[in-house]
C-alpha cells in the first residue's frame, strides 16, 4: 500500500507491546525523506511514529568515514535475530546482510552495495523489506519521496 505504512509483524509487535492477541496496526501517513535531527543530525532518511507519536523506526543514509552507509534503526532491533534483509525498490530486489551496529541498529554501506544505492536514488516511490531467515518474521515498507536529490546532496558532502 502507497498510501500507508504497513508493519506486519503480529509476533514482533505482541512482544514489545506486551500484548496477547493484538493485529498488527496501520501507524501515521508515511513520512517523505528529509534532513533528520536530534541523534540523527546530519543524516537523512524517512521516520514513523507510532500510536503516541513516538518515533519507532527510522530508514535513514549517513555518511561514515567518507562513504554512505543504509541504517534501520529500531529499539532492540538486535534481539529479533535479523541479519538479513530482503529489499524490492522498483525492479531491484536482493537480500542483503545487514549486520548490527549497535542494539537498536543494523547498517550496510553503499559503497559495498552500489545498486541498493542505485536503487534508493531511482526515483521509486517506495522500499518494502521482508525479513530472511530471522527469528521474527518481519515486513514492512516505507516511502522514498525525496530520498533521490536528499542522498544525491549528503553524498556529495560525504565525498569531499
Known amino acids: 500500500m502507497l498510501g500507508k505504512t504497513v508493519f506486519l509483524v503480529a509476533v514482533m509487535m505482541a512482544s514489545l507491546a506486551n500484548a496477547q492477541d493484538t493485529e498488527p496496526a496501520e501507524t501515521e501517513p508515511p513520512a517523505p525523506w528529509r534532513h ?4 540523527n543530525t ?5 521516520c514513523s511514529p507510532d500510536d503516541t507519536g513516538d518515533i519507532t523506526i527510522c530508514y535513514l543514509v549517513r555518511c561514515d568515514k ?12 538486535a ?13 531491484y530486489k536482493r537480500t542483503i546482510k ?7 541498529e543494523q547498517a550496510i554501506s ?3 552495495e ?5 536503487a534508493l536514488t531511482s526515483g521509486a516511490d517506495w522500499a518494502s523489506l521482508s525479513t530472511s531467515g ?23 558532502k560525504c565525498l569531499k
Not at 546530519?42 to 524517512?46: D, E, K, Q, R
Not at 534481539?79 to 525492479?91: A, H, L, V, Y
Request: glycine share 10%.
Open 79 to 91: 534481539e529479533f535475530g535479523i541479519s538479513k534483509m530482503t529489499f524490492e525498490i522498483g525492479r
Open 42 to 46: 546530519g543524516t537523512v532518511g524517512t
Open 110 to 112: 553503499l559503497a559495498k
Open 66 to 77: 567518507g562513504e554512505l552507509v543504509f541504517v534501520m534503526q529500531e529499539a532492540d532491533i
Open 98 to 104: 545487514m549486520p548490527p551496529v549497535r542494539n537498536d
Open 114 to 118: 552500489p545498486k541498493l544505492l542505485a
Open 134 to 156: 530471522a527469528r521474527v518474521e518481519y515486513s514492512t515498507g516505507f516511502e522514498l519521496t525525496n530520498a533521490p536529490k536528499l542522498i544525491s546532496e549528503l553524498r556529495a
Open 36 to 39: 533528520l535531527d536530534g541523534r
